[in-house]
Every structure is written in C-alpha cells, then in structure tokens.
C-alpha cells in the first residue's frame, strides 16, 4: 500500500469531486458538524468519487460510519482514540491515522501501529487556534527517526513552496487545507502542490505492514 504524497483536507464530497480530476489520490473528509445522516451522505458520495478515481479516502473522527461505508481510513486525534474501537477498524480493514504534538501523544500512537502519523502544526496556521506551538522542521526529522518505517504525515501551515524543506526534513506526505482551498484559484494551486511534489526527490511513504 502506498500513500500519495499531497494530502488535502476538505469539509465536503463536493471538495473531493473539484480535486481527484486533478491527480489528487489522498484525500481527507473531515465534517465537523451536521447530523449523522448528512454525514454519512457525504463520506458515501465521497467514497464512491474516490473509487472511481481510484484514490483513497480518509475519514476524519466518524469511525463508525468509515467502518459502514467501507472506507479506506480514519484519522483519528488523540480525544478521538479515547472512543474510537481500533479492534473493530482494524476488523473491517479500515487503516487507521492519529494525530501527535507531543512526546506522550505520540508514545500513545505507535502502541496501536497506526497506518500513518500525523504531527503538527509545523509552522503558524490561521486554520483553528491551537494549544501547541509550531512544531518546526527539525520536529519533522526526529519524528521521523522515531516512527521509523510508518509513513509521517506534516500538517499545519503548509504552502507548495514549503514542500520541498517539509520533505527533506522526512516527513513521507505533506497535508493541505486552507493554501487549496482558500486559493482565489483552488484547481490552480492544487496543480502547484502536486507539480512541487513530483519534482521532490524522495521516495513514496510504503504503507504500514
């Protein structure tokens, strides 16, 4: 299993639809509110947009409703973990992400080998106000030597110029939200993200096994 490199996080199945044309194969659904039934209606038209493209959707929190839709993912955050059932994801084949900031936190992830780490924010983001401060590069490098094989997911404050320092520092996927998505030109800037990409030089992260 291999993950693709750039790693959008949108709050709609209409969000998805825009970017897989484009050559986007990972993608994040995350909702944070509505009812479980508009949920579930977004994760299955986005599930079934990602299975026509043939990429893979990750569902952000709602593992419930991933294990249902036959979903790819879950990323689940540290608050998420204290509810979520690993033994029932890992059952129903759901791959499973966890949010880190922190040595505890992050001790707390490899115990139920995820399928990727994600650390964060790497540098200022205006996305949410966050209780932790930039994590910086050199985080990115100690994580990685840390995680060892396990694909590591940069999130926070990324832009298509930043990618090429984000990957040299190790992290294997570089996530996305408000560089695409609050884009005067979202399609444009996406494309920019997945040109910078290609041109870097290191290798694809290799799926947990």
């Known amino acids: 299993m291999t993950l693709a490199r750039v790693y959008p996080i949108v709050d709609s199945a209409e969000w ?3 970017l897989l044309p484009l050559g986007v ?9 509505g009812s479980a039934a508009d949920v579930r209606s977004e994760i299955r038209k986005a599930k079934a947009l990602c299975t026509r493209a043939g990429a893979q959707l990750v569902v952000n929190d709602h593992w419930s409703l991933a294990i249902a839709e036959d979903c790819d993912f879950v990323h689940l955050g540290q608050v998420d973990l204290d509810s979520a059932d690993v033994p ?3 059952e129903a084949g759901v791959r499973i992400g966890i949010s880190t900031h922190d040595d505890t936190e992050l001790a707390r ?3 139920l080998q995820p399928d ?4 964060g924010p790497i540098y200022p983001t205006s996305l949410k106000v966050m209780p932790w401060s930039p994590q910086g590069l050199e985080r990115v490098t100690e994580w990685k030597r840390r995680v060892g094989k396990t694909p590591l997911v940069a999130i926070g404050g990324l832009t298509a110029e930043r990618l090429p320092g ?6 294997d996927i570089a996530a996305v939200v408000t560089d695409i998505v609050r884009n005067p030109n979202p399609e444009g800037r996406a494309r920019e993200w997945l ?3 290609a041109r870097c030089t290191s290798q694809p992260a290799s799926g947990h096994s």
């Open 88 to 90: 029932a994801l890992r």
């Open 25 to 33: 194969r990972l993608v994040q659904l995350r909702i944070k509110f």
């Open 116 to 119: 990727y780490v994600a650390l």
């Open 166 to 171: 984000v990957f040299d520092a190790g992290a």
């Open 109 to 111: 992830a490899l115990t």
């Open 195 to 197: 040109v910078t990409a």
């Open 16 to 18: 998805v639809g825009r």
